[in-house]
């Protein structure tokens, strides 16, 4: 599925096809806000869930830019010794 396909879909099937077809990458506590990272396709999907009860807050899709370097800044590869 394109980028553009997934934002003509209404919001409702856009999260039933992230949640099913989309795999979590990475995920941060930013309290009150729990962030997951979707890989879907060739896009990335942000969603904002509230700490406490878990409720959707809302979504960013992106397919690269500062969204995803600020989870690519954090990514830490091992030394190998």
Known sequence: MKLISFLAL???EQYRIL?????VVAERLEK????KLYSLHTFFVEVH???GTEE???KKVFKAGELLDNYLNDFKIPKST
């Open 10 to 12: 209404p919001e409702n």
């Open 19 to 23: 949640f099913e077809k989309g795999a």
């Open 32 to 35: 009150p806000v729990i962030k």
């Open 49 to 51: 869930f509230h700490y």
């Open 56 to 58: 959707i807050l809302f």
